[in-house]
């Protein structure tokens, strides 16, 4: 509370229960009786993360808001200076993890694998150790409460909105208690659904080594063709029938996985239509009545 007496704005404070098991609804429903500014949203079961953080968008009522983890790896001492650069005029202040205390070096490796994967498919840049830990300008907020889509990655999408960004480096601080819960079964998961909803790449991929595969066999096939059938195999090439049906065969197994990538262009628009995503966000308006 003490960040916030520093401040010279009114604050509220909004926890999302996300179905726990322990005793923190009940430290939620103390902490709300003893001050009218925390207000707690209880999930009837577990949803998720993003389900939490999208809740929580969703009810807040500020000019801007923070989203913060309530495992205290984000740094609270950090609010005063992305309050500070939205004050500058900046609508999303990001915090940039630069190290995470505590964390294996497996998942340092995975981290840097999928950032690098993800910007080579994806349509949205996505920054190396850009976290949930962010300022959001409340039109930023008010264009993110109207996505419809249910299988979202909140960060994903407030960056796809775009509007005026700016970083603050931050190291996460060692989880204060308890096990984080999401185990990498959930981290694979999360990084699969984010490759999907950010690019059409994967579901283009068949189409792309159909192509290649009709290509190549298709080349193939027409040097065996000549250099049995035009040259009367004067280079000495010894290519048995067998051979030409395996190259015929690769052939067509090329021309179908062509025609699944065409399919893949329908049922990716399709995906665009359904996830009903606004054609364009406007960040402000001169002159304009």
């Known amino acids: 509370m003490n960040v916030f007496e520093k401040l010279a704005y009114n604050h509220e404070i909004i926890y999302i229960n996300d179905g726990s098991t322990d005793n923190s609804q009940k430290v939620i429903e103390n902490l709300a009786k003893s001050n ?9 079961r577990n949803f998720g993360k993003e389900s939490a953080t999208s ?22 001492s950090l609010i005063a200076e992305f309050i500070k650069r939205w004050e500058e005029g900046f609508d999303v202040v990001i915090g940039l993890r630069t190290k995470n205390k505590g964390q294996s070096l497996i998942k340092i490796f995975c981290s840097f694998v999928y950032y690098k994967m993800i910007n080579v498919i994806s349509d949205t840049p996505i920054i190396s150790g850009a976290t949930d830990f ?23 999408l407030i960056d796809w909105l775009g509007f005026k960004r700016v970083f603050v480096k931050f190291e996460a601080n060692e989880r204060m208690n308890g096990d984080a819960s999401y185990s990498y079964f959930k981290l694979m998961k999360l990084a699969i659904s ?17 192509i290649f595969i009709t290509i190549i066999s298709g080349l193939g096939g027409i040097a065996v063709f000549v250099q049995r059938y035009v040259l009367n195999n004067q ?15 690769i052939f067509f197994i090329g021309i179908v996985l062509s025609c699944l990538g065409l399919i893949a262009l329908y049922i990716g628009n399709i995906h665009g239509e359904v996830a009903r995503r606004p054609l364009y966000v406007v960040r402000s308006f001169k002159n304009i009545k």
């Open 235 to 249: 280079f000495g090439w010894s290519i048995s029938g067998t051979a030409q049906l395996a190259i015929l065969m």
């Open 134 to 156: 962010r300022l959001i300008d409340r039109k930023v907020v008010d264009e993110f409460n109207k996505f419809t889509e249910h299988d979202r990655i909140t960060r994903g």
């Open 194 to 210: 984010s490759s999907v909803s950010h690019s059409l790449v994967p579901l283009k991929f068949a189409g792309y080594l159909g």
């Open 36 to 44: 009218e500014n925390i207000k707690g949203i209880e999930f009837s």
């Open 55 to 76: 809740a929580g968008l969703a009810f807040a009522t500020g000019d801007s808001v923070i989203i913060i983890d309530a495992d205290l790896q984000h740094p609270t």
